[in-house]
């Protein structure tokens, strides 16, 4: 089964159509809607949270081979989330796969949201979203929901950190319609993944901290696939000025090369060609390439613990994910 996205148009004439929609379809007295500022569609943070959100759920539900493309289109019938339900929190609740009319789909997400909302500690008055919103294809509260179950059910994978919109809130009184703009907060000032890491090391040092990589290893292989395509979707952006995309992390990253091109753009200096082999041949030769990356890292203050860099070129994965995560925690925000 798979999830397919309408084409055609972009977010901001997505999102101005929607307004127009909402102007057309005067609510009732006394009525309120809302709605994300339409030029805030583009802003890049929010696109990479969208980006983010749609690789977690993908990986998370590769083995029931659902395939999500775009987070308004693909989640508002229900069948995304009641097995997102099932896979994250081991809960099947009694509803039909596919529901085809709106009523069914609205009665399915129902007895989905009740049990959901279960799990996440929330009631319908303290949600930020609803039945009718994420029905409607409502993004910022699409948006609310996915980030409170990566916060409940995956708190290990990083989130861009202060992603925030601006919205228009409309009602409808005696004297016309009224709007007011606010600024809403869909993730907070440090990623999820910052914080669980704390969790881990209880405030203590460095060393401490890498046990994150440890006990990330012993998790659910779904929730490591997530936490390892967060990171590549990083990689990935960082590198497409050069051109360049990484597939297979542990392979890619095994000669010395990839690395070195990363920590260069990541700090913003050139690493001249004749410091490494551009095309290593031999495992001295990668061995070279990887331990000159990791004292470039030492040397700017970048801690990797106790990374051997003959583990890396072996394409271990813990110590390849220990580098690239910390090259994330200090450059997440680009």
């Not at 990479?48 to 999500?68: F, G, M, R, S, Y």
């Not at 004749?274 to 990887?290: A, I, K, R």
Request: glycine share 6%.
């Amino acid at each position: 089964m798979q999830t397919r996205t309408r084409t055609g148009n972009t977010d901001v004439m997505r999102g101005m159509e929607g307004a127009i929609e909402q102007c057309a379809d005067e609510p009732p007295q006394g009525e309120k809607r809302q709605m994300i500022q339409p030029t805030c569609l583009n802003d890049p943070k929010l696109k990479i949270l969208q980006e983010v959100l749609v690789d977690w759920i993908n990986a998370t539900l590769k083995p029931e081979h659902i395939v999500v493309l775009n987070i308004e289109e693909d989640l508002y019938d229900g069948l995304v989330l009641h097995h997102l339900l099932g896979r994250l929190a081991d809960e099947h609740v009694p509803v039909e796969e596919i529901a085809v009319t709106s009523e069914a789909q609205v009665r399915k997400l129902g007895v989905i949201m009740e049990a959901l909302n279960t799990k996440l500690g929330v009631t319908d008055e303290t949600a930020k979203w609803s039945i009718a919103l994420i029905h409607s294809k409502d993004l910022l509260a699409t948006l609310h929901l996915l980030v409170t179950m990566v916060k409940c059910f995956q708190p290990d994978l990083p989130l861009p950190p202060n992603v925030s919109v601006e919205v228009v809130r409309f009602e409808v009184n005696r004297s016309g319609i009224k709007s007011v703009k606010h600024i809403e907060h869909i993730t907070e000032g440090r990623s999820d993944l910052d914080k669980d890491s704390d969790k881990v090391s209880g405030g203590g040092n460095h060393s401490e901290k890498q046990d994150h990589i440890d006990q990330l290893m012993l998790l659910e292989p779904q929730k490591i696939s997530a936490f390892k395509q967060a990171i590549l979707h990083f990689v990935n952006k960082n590198m497409s000025s050069l051109g360049l995309q990484v597939l297979e992390m542990e392979k890619q990253f095994a000669d010395g090369v990839m690395l070195l091109l990363l920590i260069g753009q990541l700090e913003g200096f050139f690493i001249p060609l004749y410091d490494f082999s551009l095309s290593p041949s031999s495992d001295p030769d990668m061995l070279h390439n990887v331990t000159l990356a990791l004292e470039i890292l030492h040397a700017r203050d970048i801690h990797v613990g106790n990374v051997d860099p003959q583990d890396i070129v072996a394409q271990d994965v813990k110590a390849t994910l220990r580098v690239l995560y910390a090259l994330f925690k200090k450059h997440k925000s680009k």
